[in-house]
């Protein structure tokens, strides 16, 4: 079953205001058949020594909480 886009980006629109917060944001670039998320880290985010913790730790968690089916969130440029 595929991922629902708009259901992804209700989330990440749940969580973009504390990225933002701390000068960074967050990009849907696109969902794999397998569950993967892919998303672009921006801003402050792009560049921080925190970011697989915010990515993994926070993006990736939440986002597999709230989707059934989501297997993994991936940084891309």
Known sequence: ???DKIEVEKVLNEIRP???F???DV???NIL???TVNVRLQGACAGCMGSMM???GGIERI???RIP???EVNAVN
Do not use: N, R
Request: proline letters at 0%.
């Open 33 to 35: 058949d397998d569950g």
């Open 54 to 56: 915010t990515l993994k």
């Open 69 to 71: 089916g989501v297997k």
């Open 18 to 20: 504390s990225l933002q």
């Open 27 to 29: 990009e849907l670039v």
């Open 22 to 24: 701390d000068g960074g």
């Open 1 to 3: 079953m595929a991922l």
């Open 63 to 65: 986002l597999k909480e």
